[in-house]
Each structure stands twice: as C-alpha cells, then as structure tokens.
C-alpha cells in the first residue's frame, strides 16, 4: 500500500495551480443521466472517485470519453441498466448520487445502500423522504433501495437537515418531474450553484440556487451541454492551511476565493497575509500561527472538510484552540494521529481543545479518511523530521496530484511502497 514520507519543517514557496471540484464533478457527471445528448466537461479533476464515478456510469451503459487535459465527455444515449451496485457504492458514498437522476429518467432505480461509513452514520433517509414525496414508491430490500416512479411530480419538500447530496438528489429528480417542486431547507454549498448551473443550460427550470429555498419546474426533457467545473475550494482551503501551518509565500491560481470566506477569515485572524484577485489567492504566512477556535456548520458557515486541515494547523499555534464539529459525529479520527506527532488535544464530545505546542515531531501516522489524511499531510509540513502517512489511498480519492504539487512548493515529499 503507498505511504507519503515528508521531512517537515520547510516554509513552502511558489505556484500552484487548484483543480476542479471532485464534490461539484461528481454530482455533474450523475447529471449526464438525465439527458440522451452529450454532456462536455471541463476541468475535471484526475482523481479516483471521478473514475469510481465513470465506472458507475459506463455499466448503466453511458458512454464516457477519455479524460484528457480536464476535459471528459458523458452521453446517456440508453440507460440500460439503472443499478449502482454495493461494491462501487461501499468505496464512494458520492455514488447515491444517481438514485435522483435514474428515478427521473427511468422511472426506475436500484441502488445500494451506502452503509456506515468512517465518519459516522450517515444515513440517506432524505434522500428517500424528498422522492417518495414526489411520487415514487421505494422498499429497502437486501442492502438495496429499490425505487420505481411512473413520472414524478412535483412536490413541497421541507428537508429535516441541511444534506447537500440530499438536496442535489432531488434537485436533479425534480428538473424532470411534472409541475414544480419546491425544497425548502436546502444546502447552499457553491458546489449545489455550479450544479444547478449546468442543469440550466441543459434546459432545467430552476430558480434559488445558492439559498435555503429552491423552485424547480418540471421540463420534460433535457439537452446536452458544455460546461467548466468550479475551481475546488477544499483543495485551496488545504493549500492554504499548509502554508498557515508551515510558512512560506505561496500563490493559489485558477481558483475563487469568494467560496472560501469562512476559511480565510480563520487563516487570517491565525496571523496569514491573503489577498485575492480574480482567479488569483496569495498568501503569506512570517510567524508562527495563533490559535483559532472554530466550529463547523452548512455553508457560508466553516466547512467540515476543512476542519482537520485548520486544527493542524492550531496544533503548532500560539495558544488554545476549541475546535467544535456539528456536522458529522466521529469526525475526529486525526486528532488520536496528531498526538502520534506530539500534538496537546483533549476531546469533549464534540470539541477538541487544541493546545499549541512550538513544535510536532514527525513519526508514523495513519490515514483514516480523506480530509483526515489532509489533516495529516499539513500536520507533516510542519512537523520536524519525517513523518510517514500510511493508508494515502484516502487522499488519491480527493486530491489531484498532491506531492507533485506540493513538490512544486518546495516540500520534501515522495510516496514510497
Ligand atoms: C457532502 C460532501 C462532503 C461534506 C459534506 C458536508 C459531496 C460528494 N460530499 O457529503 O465532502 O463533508 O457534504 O459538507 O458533496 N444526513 C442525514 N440524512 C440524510 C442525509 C444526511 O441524517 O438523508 C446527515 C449526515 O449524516 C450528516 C449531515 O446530515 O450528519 C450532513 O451530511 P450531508 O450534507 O448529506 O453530507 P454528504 O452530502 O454526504
């Protein structure tokens, strides 16, 4: 299995440039399903759940090109087989994701259920709520949701909880269905505006996009189209983080900072330089960090994803940090391998209180899901001597290229067998 080795403790200097949002290209590509025409994407990130998701895709019987410099194009021409079956939705919870999509174009779906997961329960019932409201019938059998639905309807949907897969589920049902739905209690996340984008100009009918309320009307078929994946703000979010933790002078291009204000804000009161222009984010970190506190919540609040990144970051920091997670239970898996590298943490049930220490030692260390490892790879950066993370198939699911990338800036990272 590859591991990551990183000799720490080396501000990082230069460019690097972001790519496309793996949480924006997989809800898109689900999208293909919804018409017979092509859909052309750009900026798609190499990563392994975007091939998870191609692979999904090709056995329903969707067409996929090569990827190539970003570029990758779908086209649903026949949906044969409406099946997400357990093995490829096991590794990728993402891949419910199609459930929405097929019930709406084939009136049919079986798609397995995601199971627990690393991070918490993480239940879809949602999900299932939000379709069964708009007419389908669906029976839990064997591990399996089995949906069916002649032509959905429309349908007042008030959501529980904010669950942005959930919400982009029925968004992308609902741009089919006879009449107009309405989701109330809706994500905001940028990664909901870019979809809703794309479906527009495949024709949908949508109107709240990027609010807590969505108006949908029904259209009865759809178009191909083109269009460019938003930069990913939780990769920028990590460069960022690492350089906050590690020092340095880096620039970020062919990203957006309007989608990262609550990140920022925490990176700038710990002490970093950032200014933005464009597709363009500098920043530049001459002291050690001060401790900032932060609690998670939906979008615009601080993002989950970003939560162990910023505590690795407050573990070398100036000062005591609560660290406050209200999005997932078990979300502190990287706080037990930060100890490993001589980071102060006591956890409280859902708080951590991060005490600063000048220094983390490198040591061997283990990733347990992806922004966990994140976590780690910036705790690394900073750490003296070398730290080893084992298990990086986590990061090759969400990260394009990390160690090169990360190489680009002047760490000292290779990943060794
Ligand atoms: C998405 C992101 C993930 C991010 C998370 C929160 C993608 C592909 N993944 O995951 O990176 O960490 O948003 O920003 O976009 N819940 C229920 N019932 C449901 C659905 C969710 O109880 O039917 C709960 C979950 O257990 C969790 C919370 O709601 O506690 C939020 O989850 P949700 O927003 O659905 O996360 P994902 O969409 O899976």
Redesign the pocket.
């Known amino acids: 299995m590859d591991k990551l080795r990183i000799t720490g403790g080396r501000p990082l200097e230069g460019e690097v440039r972001v790519s496309g949002a793996?949480?924006a290209a997989?809800?898109i590509m689900c999208a293909a399903l919804l018409t017979d025409q092509a859909l052309a994407l750009d900026n798609v990130p190499r990563l392994m759940d975007v091939r998870t998701m191609a692979k999904l895709l090709a056995q329903m019987g969707v067409r996929i090109g090569a990827q190539e410099d970003g570029r990758l194009e779908l086209q649903a021409a026949v949906v044969g087989h409406p099946e997400a079956p357990y093995d490829l939705v096991k590794t990728m919870?993402?891949s419910v994701?199609v459930l929405g999509p097929l019930l709406a174009r084939c009136g049919r779906a079986r798609v397995s259920l995601p199971g627990g997961c690393a991070?918490?329960?993480?239940?879809?019932?949602?999900?299932?709520?939000g379709l069964q409201a708009m007419g389908a019938e669906i029976s839990v059998e064997r591990g399996y949701m089995n949906a069916s639905a002649r032509r959905l309807r429309g349908a007042r949907i008030v959501m529980?909880?904010?669950?942005?897969?959930?919400t982009?589920n029925l968004m992308m049902a609902a741009v089919l269905a006879e009449g107009t739905t309405v989701l109330e209690n809706a994500?905001c996340?940028p990664?909901i505006v870019d979809l809703a984008r794309v479906l527009r100009s495949m024709g949908a009918r949508i109107e709240g996009a990027g609010t807590t309320t969505l108006r949908i009307e029904g259209v009865r078929a759809l178009q191909g189209a083109r269009h460019r994946v938003m930069p990913d703000r939780?990769e920028t979010g990590t460069y960022l983080a690492a350089v906050a933790a590690a020092g340095g002078k880096v620039t970020l291009t062919g990203t957006a900072a309007d989608t990262l204000g609550a990140t920022i804000d925490k990176l700038s009161d710990a002490g970093a330089r950032i200014s933005a222009q464009g597709e363009r984010i500098d920043i530049e970190m001459a002291s050690r960090p001060r401790a900032v506190s932060l609690s998670t919540a939906?979008?615009p609040g601080f993002?989950?994803?970003m939560q162990a990144q910023v505590m690795a970051m407050d573990c070398v920091a100036d000062g005591t940090a609560h660290v406050t997670e209200t999005?997932?239970?078990n979300r502190f898996m990287h706080a037990l391998e930060l100890q490993r590298l001589g980071a102060d943490i006591v956890i409280h049930g859902n708080t951590a209180i991060v005490k600063g220490v000048e220094r983390l030692q490198g040591a061997n260390v283990m990733a347990t899901d992806?922004?966990a490892s994140a976590g780690l790879v910036v705790a690394g950066l900073a750490a003296q001597g070398e730290t080893v993370i084992d298990r990086i198939y986590h990061l090759d699911r969400g990260y394009e290229a990390l160690e090169d990338k990360l190489s680009r800036l002047g760490a000292k990272i290779a990943r060794v067998r």
């Open positions: 793996k949480n997989l809800p919870r993402a994701l991070i918490g329960a993480r239940p879809v019932d949602q999900h299932v709520k529980d909880l904010v669950t942005v897969t959930g982009e994500a996340e990664e939780i939906p979008y993002a989950t994803d999005i997932f239970e992806l922004r």
